[in-house]
């Protein structure tokens, strides 16, 4: 499976919100509500934010939210904080059990 | 609260074989899928495979032919083996927990809710 496709780098000065977008296929994001959004800061793990492309783990701020529409999916920061800066992921399932991630969006609070 | 601590050599020469191992600790591993997933330097991350509990596995058509995941749930640890390494494979390798319905139709779950902090590796003569 080929990688989704994110946006390099999106950034935002604190308040404001931004979007990160994930867009796949027909065989990915597109034919399953099963997206998963992680977080990543310098030199640590992973982190899920949202699973099943707009659920909220318990402990995550409601500040990040996530929507899907046909191919691509979302995830939006809102109220963005200095503690938001950071890489994400998208993960998407991708059939036959398996999973395929995005390539990863670095965000900057301007 | 469950923990993954992963393990292995830092250091694996090209053509050898990488072995890593997770242990699992705060929780039982049975019941759970669990995956490695690697990160080279300064890229994104893939998903490489996933085992559960009673031994079923999955691996991502890219790397199957040279990926063996294993678990001992007497140890509680899942390990991965990476066979005919080259400097590609210098990567950040993490384990995690993979939360994926028993019934292969179920469309919900699928995805990692806790990580281990990762390990890297470095494969260098």
């Known amino acids: 499976q080929s990688a989704l496709t994110q946006p390099a780098s999106v950034s935002g000065s604190p308040g404001q919100s931004i979007t990160i977008s994930c867009t796949g296929t027909?065989?990915?994001?597109?034919?399953?509500?099963?997206v998963s959004w992680y977080q990543q800061h310098p030199g640590k793990a992973p982190k899920l934010m949202i699973y099943?492309?707009?659920k909220r783990p318990s402990g995550v701020s409601n500040r990040f939210s996530g929507s899907k529409s046909g191919n691509t999916a979302s995830l939006t920061i809102s109220g963005l904080q200095a503690e938001d800066e950071a890489d994400y992921y998208c993960?998407?399932?991708?059939?036959?059990?398996?999973?395929?991630f995005g390539t990863g969006t670095k965000v900057t609070v301007l | 609260q469950v923990q993954l601590q992963e393990s292995g050599p830092g250091l694996v020469k090209p053509s050898e074989t990488l072995s890593l191992t997770c242990s699992v600790s705060g929780g039982s591993i049975t019941s759970y899928y669990w995956s490695w997933i690697r990160q080279p330097p300064g890229k994104g991350l893939e998903w490489i495979a996933y085992i559960y509990y009673s031994g079923s596995t999955n691996y991502n058509s890219s790397l199957k032919s040279r990926v063996t995941i294993s678990v001992d749930t007497s140890k509680n640890q899942v390990s991965l083996k990476l066979s005919s390494v080259t400097a590609a494979d210098t990567a950040v390798y993490y384990c995690a927990r993979v939360l994926i319905p028993a019934a292969p139709s179920a469309r919900y779950y699928y995805y990692m809710d806790v990580w281990g902090k990762g390990t890297t590796v470095t494969v260098s003569s």
């Open positions: 027909s065989s990915d994001v597109g034919s399953y509500n099963l």
């Open positions: 993960c998407s399932y991708a059939g036959s059990r398996t999973f395929v």
């Open positions: 099943e492309v707009s």
